[in-house]
């Protein structure tokens, strides 16, 4: 895909993953192509090892099997390095969001299939995504990108729960923003506790992977008051 491509939500374009004032002109050879990815790639891998703070450019380029030098003829520093790792797995690291429900839909599984597939990509990319809370804490351009990208599918979200509510699927007695800014960050922050911080069950055992998309997705129902879950 290209690095500076956008996902659209509800025909809208959704805000890049990191900032692309800190990405330059593609190269334009072949060679230059392969080195700039190659160097990408590398940069996703120690990123993930060693962390955004402890991480070294000698290290990238190492890992890329380039030399040190090389580096600078595609990025001018670290944050450059980590926007080019972050856009180009943007598009699987899209937040699904509450997929539309149409007329002949059934809204619980429509829910599960978007709760499903939104934790699928977070397992994917699990340690990139303790990467980005990391470097969101440390740098205050990406936070606001963060911050900027998590807004966008949450008034997508609201958009769906105010539609559900116009059919009479949903509770109309709650705030659609506000239901969706908790109910997504409910499903964020385990999702986060699962796959980044590793957290178990009471006997020790990994969060089941199954187990997780039912609960999220009845706590959802349970909330929004759907018809068979009231």
């Known amino acids: 895909m290209e690095t500076t491509a956008h996902e659209e939500i509800d025909g809208e374009q959704a805000p890049p993953m990191a900032p692309l004032t800190h990405l330059r002109e593609p190269p334009t050879t072949k060679r230059g192509a392969r080195t700039r990815a190659a160097l990408v790639k590398a940069a996703r891998k120690v990123f993930e090892r060693d962390g955004y ?86 740098e205050p351009e990406f936070r606001e990108f963060r911050r900027r990208r998590a807004d966008a599918f949450i008034r997508r979200n609201a958009r769906g729960i105010a539609d559900l509510q116009a059919r009479g699927v949903a509770d109309r007695e709650v705030d659609p923003m506000m239901a969706s800014r908790a109910l997504s960050g409910m499903v964020s922050v385990m999702a986060y506790n699962a796959f980044v911080l590793g957290e178990r069950q009471e006997e020790g055992a990994p969060v089941d992977f199954e187990e997780l998309v039912s609960t999220v997705t009845r706590l959802w129902a349970n909330a929004l008051r759907f018809p068979d879950h009231r």
């Open 53 to 138: 703070l402890d991480t070294r450019l000698t290290d990238i380029t190492k890992e890329a099997q380039c030399a040190a030098g090389s580096f600078y003829t595609y990025f001018a520093n670290k944050e450059e390095v980590l926007a080019a790792v972050l856009l180009e797995a943007q598009e699987d690291m899209m937040h699904p969001g509450m997929a539309r429900v149409e007329g002949t839909d059934d809204p619980h599984a429509v829910l599960e299939a978007s709760n499903r597939a939104y934790l699928e990509a977070y397992k994917r990319n699990a340690k990139l995504m303790g990467l980005l809370e990391q470097v969101a804490q440390v």
